[in-house]
């Protein structure tokens, strides 16, 4: 295996003269034809430039890790190749999800690089762009302030880009995966509010009045996520046993209201209080009633909780409408998903099992529950040192 620098000078459309020298790599000769082939990759400014490339050429073709030099741009790759090749193995809302983060923001940003001349500062200087808010205009919102992203934005697009390059050093168009190497945004810890007991029933009895009054009792009873309350169907109850089958979520992705599967892809049995199955059984009427009142304008879609024509709720709009009831109640300031968090810790100060909590809500593991809940732990480990101790106690008395 051989290799040269070459210096190519051609002339411009405008008259002027360019130099560029190319890491010319001899690959051999073509089986067929036996004529010599050669990849020469994209030029340099300086031979400094292309000897280096062309050191980093040889060795690769010495250790088998060679990779020919393609004029393909990210952007290219990322349309024309990742996303269809992704589509068949993922939800749709992640498949939207990926085409939103490319589309919005990996094309304007990096679309324009080779591939294979990506760098991680180019990667960086992205990010940093993202988090300063100094956008690209095709980013820009017209007549609109642009704001900074969110450390978590711009996490969700490093995920999505390291997603695709990993997929590219796989399919043999990159060496490495550059975005690997890349500066993450920095995250804060998530802020975990819980209501007490007591903070819970007082804020189901002041909304007790409000349409969405039903939707905050199931969700503070069941601890199901937002899009999962909203995306349940009269199908997924069996209210003469008491239980539900979570089964789909209504989230919102581009601003759109969506039909996906669990966040974990999966469904799960979710037991029922008596009181629980008497607010359903209400609603179910008053829901029928509706469902005359509008006739033919009714919207038919199963879902339990709706607007008072049937259709379904934006997942935005419940949230802004539990923020305002949350306030008018004066109840302490809790986000609708820390509802979910309320009925695990009181769960867990119950006594209730780890393992069946983490059923209930729907998590990965008893494992993942016992890292998100570990500050509930403390006091029942006192607890069970008391206990213990008055075991060994009572040991020693009958000892003696």
Known sequence: MRGHVRLRETTLRNGKKSRLYYAVVYRGADPVTQKKTYDWGRGYRTRREAEAVLNERLAALGSGTYIRPVALTLGDYLHDSWLPSVRPSVKESTFRTYTW??????????????????ATVDVNTAYGRLLSGDLPEQIKHPGRKNRPLSPKSVLNIHRVLTKALEDAVDAGLVGRNVAARAKRPALRAPQMSCWTAADLAGFLQATKDSRQWPMWHVA?????????????????LDLEDARMMVRQALVSIDGIPTITTPKNGRARVVDLDPDTVAVLRALRLTQKAERLAWGPGYGCNDLVFTKEDGTAYHPDVITTAFTRQVKAATSPRIRLHDLRHTHATLLIKAGVPVNVVSQRLGHSSPAFTLAVYAHVLPGQQADAAATFAAVIT??????T
């Open 220 to 236: 503070s009873m069941t601890g199901l996520r937002r899009g999962e309350v909203l995306g349940l169907r009269w199908e997924d």
């Open 101 to 118: 983060v490319v589309d919005r923001y990996l094309a304007p940003l990096l679309g324009a690089r080779r591939i294979q001349d990506l």
């Open 394 to 399: 009572e040991a020693t008395r009958m000892a």
